[in-house]
């Protein structure tokens, strides 16, 4: 596509621009985590003498090794489990036609509509008499059902884009389904797998609210909503709020750098096939 320089100047503009709002609160928030402790941040003004070492006291006021340990279990515990069972799901509803599955998937539509909001309360009583309040369980095994409906539609619109030519392929050759599904369908997938890994891990790394309603206890809480504990403690020290939040947006933000070609390579290749 051929553009005139006007287009491509004000593609430019845009971008300049999008990007800077973007990181503009980032920018400020660095600037204030950077003051000195006891002091009320203003705007963007760069410390004369910037303070690194409020990024140490907040790591160690928050207590985040503990926080970052009970945010990768909550993860280890969502994550996969969540991407093993929507890649088998989408796999059997794009793939193998089964009957009712236009019903079924139907219904996995009707969970995208569903707020977490909606449903705190009802979670709430329920994991209060399986006796899993305060306990990790009641973070994962939540955030797994919850994220079904989108997994699964993510990854069934992954399969039905495949040529079915190839699964007759495969069984001409002798495959069963189970082998059909790990040795041909799979490696297939690992694109569209990648991204939602992806987008399940920052998802649950920024888990805020299920975490501050059915978990008391900070250290058990993702970093995100161990942040609400953080900001009732030392709401009053900016500066520390500021270095403790950066902090927890950091792992966030790696991952997404390390992973971002796999992500944006999904995203491509569902736009081309769609």
């Keep these: 596509m051929n553009l005139s320089r006007r287009e491509q ?3 430019r503009v845009f971008l300049i621009a999008l990007i800077v709002v973007t990181l503009l609160p980032f920018v ?16 963007l ?4 003498d910037p303070q690194w070492g409020n990024f140490a006291d907040a790591f160690t006021a928050a207590n985040m090794g ?8 909550i993860v280890a515990g969502v994550v996969p489990v969540s991407v093993l069972i929507a ?12 009957p009712g599955g236009r019903l079924v998937f ?5 969970g995208l509509t569903l707020p977490f909001e909606a449903v705190v309360t009802p979670l709430y009583y329920q994991m209060q008499d399986l006796g899993l309040l305060n306990t990790r369980w009641a973070i994962i095994l939540p955030l797994v059902g919850l994220y079904m409906p989108f997994a699964v539609f993510w990854m069934r619109a992954h399969f039905t884009n495949v040529p079915v030519e190839l699964s007759e392929a495969a069984r001409v050759d002798g495959s069963s389904t189970w082998q059909l599904f790990w040795r041909v369908q799979v490696p297939l997938a690992r694109p569209a797998i990648a991204s939602l890994t992806i987008l399940m891990f920052l998802w649950t790394w920024n888990q805020f609210l299920l975490a501050i309603v059915l978990v008391d206890d900070a250290t058990k809480r993702t970093m995100a909503g161990a942040l609400g504990a953080f900001q009732g403690q030392w709401g009053t020290d900016l500066v520390l709020l500021c270095a403790g939040s950066l902090l927890i947006l950091t792992p966030t933000l790696i991952v997404f750098l390390i992973f971002q070609r796999q992500f944006i ?5 569902g736009s081309v096939k769609g």
Excluded: D
């Design 28 to 43: 400020s928030m660095l600037s204030a985590a950077l003051q000195p402790r006891g002091t009320v941040p203003s705007g």
């Design 87 to 98: 890649t088998m799901a989408g796999f059997g509803l794009g793939q193998l036609r089964v």
């Design 9 to 11: 100047l004000t593609g």
């Design 265 to 269: 390579k999904a995203l491509i290749q």
């Design 66 to 73: 503990a926080l970052l340990r009970s945010s990768l279990l």
């Design 106 to 110: 139907g219904l996995f539509l009707l």
């Design 45 to 48: 003004e760069w410390p004369s």
